[in-house]
């Protein structure tokens, strides 16, 4: 049994975030890639949506510029033969800042002959946006 | 072939929210489900964590009582015998201000003989609070 290609991916997008080593990423990246993070792009140039893979590998080297990753762990999983979904909990350090930062999000990948074709990230924003300024933001209630 | 139970499910929580038929959706949550949807409290008192079923049911009776679901996309799924994750894309209306709201949330779920056992929710709650604040909130450029 070979291993899934999600395994393959995520370290090397750590290594990659983490290490500045970009050649395995680049390996198992498709031409074609779709990907998107979804989030506030004018906090976090990193968000949004990109096609290609060097669009996807200049924001992961635009990402390894701004965190690192100390600990990731995944809160539920789905694997299929070319596809996964899971939910993770990263805890992170913002490099400019030093501060530390914990991130939950849900991603939806796919692959295609053991490359990535498809990467979809929602993260928990308003979380992040609030850890990122350091300071709660004043919301009204509504219900 | 039986149906996956994720779609009765979603019909009857969908049925819940917008026509208050909670009877049906009863039926399928288990005693001991654990359910959680990730972002601000203070603002969205219906979102957080709640165990047990009558728990459920009071949080969904709370959507119900802020929202109307008008069209629901789904943009990925996974598929197991008893789990499911799916990306959606969710068209509303805020029944206070009438105000139409577009949310994108994933969502992990089990079940056990047809019930619900978890279901936990990520949202991308940034955009949800401008949305539902229906102004930007500033932001400054961290990248």
């Not at 991916?9 to 198992?28: C, G, V």
Request: net charge neutral; aromatic share 8%; with cysteine.
């Amino acid at each position: 049994m070979t291993e899934h290609s999600l395994w393959r991916f995520s370290r090397a997008l750590h290594r990659a975030i983490n290490e500045r080593q970009f050649d395995e990423l680049e390996a198992l990246i498709d031409d074609d890639v779709q990907w998107a993070i979804y989030g506030p792009i004018d906090m976090f140039p990193f968000f949004g949506a990109r096609h290609g893979r060097a669009a996807v590998l200049e924001v992961c080297r635009r990402i390894a510029d701004n965190v690192r990753v100390h600990r990731s762990e995944r809160e539920s999983i789905m694997l299929g033969v070319d596809s996964a979904a899971s939910m993770m909990r990263y805890s992170l350090t913002a490099l400019d800042s030093n501060k530390p930062i914990s991130l939950r999000l849900a991603q939806f990948a796919q692959f295609k002959g053991g490359r990535l074709v498809s990467l979809r990230v929602i993260v928990d924003t308003f979380d992040l946006v609030e850890q990122t300024l350091g300071r709660p933001i004043h919301l009204p209630k509504i219900a």
